[in-house]
């Protein structure tokens, strides 16, 4: 894709790739061709269709790796089959919690986590940015939710539960069962004590004076080599992008309001491209006042 010049060819092709990812299932190493490919292709392409469709195909990795933790239709159910335990299993909170951050990991060592951080900031495209905020926007819900925050870990998950079945004085032998049973305590007669540290999540992250969006990954940005345009190269977004982890992602996501990002660089992109085309038309009028030859009219 790399090597062909007309876009719609591109296009088309990254759609292919995503329908052969969604309708079959492939080795792991032809799956890390394509992720790699959409990579490069999603931060690099000239075209702005072709990188939404490369987005899109990252949309479907994203589907997969959640509905491989157990998700349906956007929500987690109370019971599941683990493929691992080879057994159906409850899924509380904390459960939800763990497999969310499993997928995050999983997604962030194939870089799609950076891609669309690094699209979200797409200067040239507004339809590319509006893609990635699409997606975004649904993982942030997903965040506030089931209460993910970026200083949550695998190790961490339990900790809360593992707190209630030690002061529930229960032996080792009962440690699993008085677990989900502190869960169902929880859901049912706890509920109060549980928006409140929802409530606390929330404003753990919004209380801070001044909220940057984008804090984790410009600084890492700015710390790059940037070209004599003042702007980043698609070498150096494609390596920001690999960078970009689970916890980073989570920071950039949750303390920022998507509509209101993606509207403010609309705006601007909008404000820019009606100044530049009111500079032309000046310059027209003024090469016609002059009277110069039509050369310097076609020029313009």
């Not at 990254?14 to 061709?33: A, F």
């Not at 394509?34 to 072709?50: G, N, P």
């Not at 984008?214 to 980043?232: R, T």
Request: hydrophobic residues 35%; contains cysteine; glycine residues 4%.
């Amino acid at each position: 894709m790399t090597n062909e010049s007309e876009a719609i060819v591109r296009r088309e092709a990254v759609m292919l790739v995503k329908e052969l990812y969604v309708q079959r299932k492939w080795p792991r190493s032809t799956v890390n061709e394509m992720t790699q490919a959409m990579c490069v292709v999603a931060i690099s392409d000239l075209d702005w269709e072709v990188k939404v469709n490369a987005i899109l195909f990252w949309k479907e990795v994203i589907k997969s790796h959640f509905c491989d933790q157990g998700m349906l239709d956007g929500t987690f159910p109370t019971h599941t089959f683990s493929k691992e335990h080879r057994k159906i299993v409850s899924l509380d909170e904390q459960e939800i919690r763990k497999r969310i951050l499993k997928a995050l990991d999983e997604l962030a060592n194939r870089s799609c986590l950076g891609v669309l951080l690094v699209t979200l900031e797409d200067e040239s495209d507004f339809q590319v940015r509006k893609a990635s905020g699409d997606i975004v926007k649904r993982l942030k819900q997903s965040f506030v939710t089931y209460k993910i925050s970026p200083s949550c870990s695998m190790e961490t998950a339990y900790r809360n539960q593992d707190r209630i079945t030690t002061s529930g004085n229960s032996s080792p032998d009962n440690n699993s069962l008085s677990r989900w049973s502190a869960d169902l305590q929880s859901e049912t007669g706890e509920s109060e004590d549980n928006q409140e540290l929802q409530a606390n999540l929330i404003n753990s992250f919004t209380d801070a004076k001044e909220v940057n969006f984008f804090s984790p990954v410009n600084e890492g940005m700015h710390q790059m080599s940037i070209n004599a345009n003042g702007k980043l190269t698609n070498e150096e977004k494609l390596e920001r992008a690999s960078k970009v982890g689970r916890n980073e992602f989570i920071q950039s996501v949750v303390t920022c309001d998507v509509d209101s990002f993606i509207n403010e660089k609309s705006n601007s992109l909008e404000k820019m491209c009606t100044s530049n085309f009111e500079s032309v038309v000046r310059d027209i009028i003024i090469a016609h006042n002059e009277g110069n030859n039509t050369t310097d009219m076609n020029c313009h």
